[in-house]
């Protein structure tokens, strides 16, 4: 295969992974779905190495994106199986402060809009280390969360947050229900993307779903991504990317509807959407001014899919310049943020440990490790003034401000940044 020799040239232990080719609409059951993007071969996003098996073959797969015409749905074409992006876990939602205080404000809002009492029953999809329902706890509503990843659920049940080890399903639904009945609330919190059997998930949130049940299903928003062009959101963890109209044309097939609508700048911007059965609540106005923006956006027509990939090869070889030149001229450049994001960006860019020397990142999980593909070290945040670096690239650029923040007097001292979005940019 072409693209392999070619990764070669980056990577001699690249080798080729088992993946799925998808040919349908995950939302829309149709097979109107045209190619615009093509990454060529990536190694898992989140799939860091530790020291012994940094010289071992590297499994890669291809990854290429498509728009669905008939609904405006954004996925990858090439799906890898989910038991080997999630079984192991490093990502931690607690690892991020940001993170963990938008969590936490999520859960008070939530808590007070829908008056949530010990009387109800809430399940987070996709929970990872609890955070989120560590949040409703202590606002006295009854949690529960379900999470494939093994030593991440570990974790979760080892701090007295409920959580079955598995992915949800419309398998899983039924097990739930038959142990805990239904649920007031369920949150789908940047998952909905991660789950490749959108009828398995619906079906399953239709069951469970009391019959004045709310689901709020938060992503990072399609529209926002095409807008701010941060291209490298799309990996193999993420194989929707997800509009009002995409999630809209599923929950119709299950006889459930959006019936409110929030933005949030998180993760580059996201959106929140509020799911119930069809007809329980009054659809706010936003829902639809949503759909209209999408329309005249024309995100199930070509135009802007095709303007969006030329732009990302222009910041793809503007990023790499930027790296190239700073590191002939002898500059010392960290990575800030050990990210799946950050791995895309780099092994796209073809940036590897030659011109990064390390990464610096907060989650106990991932230092010690190196990244896929371009093999940078990850050490602890806190070893950041002992790497006496003069560059730092934000792969956490979705933290942009609390890391800026943070990084005040080492930037008075000289430290810069350099923000990939919307074009690569020396702070
Ligand atoms: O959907 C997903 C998003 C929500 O999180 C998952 N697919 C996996 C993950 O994606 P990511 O790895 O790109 O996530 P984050 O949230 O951008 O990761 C931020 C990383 O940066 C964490 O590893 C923690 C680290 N960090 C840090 O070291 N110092 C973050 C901040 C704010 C800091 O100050």
Redesign the pocket.
């Known amino acids: 295969m072409k693209e392999l020799k070619k990764i070669r040239e980056f990577n001699p232990q690249a080798i080729l992974g088992k993946y799925t080719k998808v040919l349908v609409c995950r939302a829309c059951n149709s097979k109107t779905l045209h190619h615009f993007l093509s990454f060529g071969l990536m190694p898992k ?2 799939g860091f190495l530790d020291k012994k098996h940094l010289h071992e073959p590297e499994q890669y797969y291809p990854l290429n994106v498509a728009y669905c015409s008939t609904c405006g749905m954004v996925q990858l074409e090439e799906i890898i199986s989910p038991n080997e992006l999630f079984d192991y876990y490093v ?1 931690a939602s607690s ?5 963990v205080e938008h969590l936490k404000f999520f859960a008070s809002e939530t808590t007070k809009r829908f008056s949530l009492t010990k009387k109800d029953l809430i399940l987070d999809v996709g929970s990872n280390d609890g955070t989120l329902l560590s949040f409703f706890q202590q606002l006295g509503v009854s949690i529960l969360g379900i999470d494939p990843a093994k030593n991440i659920a570990k974790v979760a049940n080892a701090r007295d947050i409920p959580t079955i080890n598995d992915f949800f399903s419309q398998k899983t639904a039924k097990k739930i229900m038959q142990t805990y009945g239904t649920c007031k609330m369920m949150t789908i919190v ?1 998952v909905v ?2 789950i490749p059997d959108w009828n398995s998930l619906f079906t399953g949130v239709k069951l469970l779903l009391r019959n004045d049940g709310v689901c709020i299903i938060e992503f990072p928003y399609l529209v926002d991504t095409l807008k701010t062009l941060e291209f490298d959101t799309m990996y193999h ?2 194989l929707s990317f997800v509009s009002v109209h995409s999630l809209s044309a599923v929950l119709q097939r299950h006889n459930m509807e959006v019936f409110d609508v929030e933005h949030d700048p998180i ?1 580059g911007g996201s959106l929140r959407v509020y799911v119930s059965h069809t007809g329980v609540y009054t659809k706010n106005k936003k829902v639809q001014q949503y759909l209209k923006e999408e329309d005249v956006i024309g995100i199930s027509k070509p135009q802007i899919y095709t303007l969006f990939a030329k732009k990302v090869y222009l910041i793809r070889d503007k990023m790499r310049q930027v790296i190239l030149s700073l590191a002939r001229g002898k500059k010392k450049i960290i990575g ?7 791995n895309v960006l780099l092994n796209f860019c073809r940036i590897n440990s030659t011109q990064i020397g390390a990464i ?4 106990s999980y ?1 230092q010690g490790l190196y990244t896929p593909g371009s093999h940078i070290p990850v050490v602890p ?1 806190s070893s950041l003034d002992e790497l006496k670096a003069d560059y730092a690239v934000l792969t ?1 650029w ?2 942009t401000d ?2 800026l923040e ?1 990084n005040k007097e080492r930037r008075k001292k000289g430290l810069k940044f350099i923000r990939p979005y919307p074009t690569p940019t020396i702070l």
């Open positions: 996003p989140n990502y690892a991020s402060f940001p993170m940047n993307a991660q963890e993420h993760h800030y943020g050990a990210t799946a994001k950050g610096v990142d907060s989650t991932k945040e956490a979705n933290f609390a890391i943070k």
